[in-house]
């Protein structure tokens, strides 16, 4: 029951944040309102910080949806599986929908500049956590 209130949880924030992403994206040369504004920084550093830990605790060539659903054992983890690689693709396009936007839109408010920044520097943290490069 923890697992999937949990699961539900991180999925309703994946589609705060994605909304957010998208409004931003529709109109860069707009100042996005104050909750649109809060839902990008705040839930995309929660979203962010998942995506981070789960790639940190999945070995390398393997898939973090696995490594996450192996505990829940059959239909549970094959949709856990779904879940949890669905989670990051869509981590993964927004992030390059803020990138692309900053780029291709000079004059783009700061929530996006800030935003596609952020996101840079997570996509960073969240490569070294899945290859586990050591120093």
Known sequence: MKETVSAVIA????????????????????????????VLSLVGALVAALVIAVLAITPPATSP?????????????????WVVNLYLLVWLVCGIALVVTWMRVPDATAAVVSAAKSWLGLAIAAAYAFFGLKR
């Open 65 to 81: 949806g696995r490594t996450l659903a192996a505990a829940a054992g059959g239909r549970a983890e094959a949709v856990a599986n």
């Open 11 to 38: 999925v309703l924030l994946l589609g705060m944040y994605s909304y957010a992403v998208w409004t931003v994206c529709w109109a860069p040369g707009t100042a996005p309102s104050a909750p649109i504004d809060t």
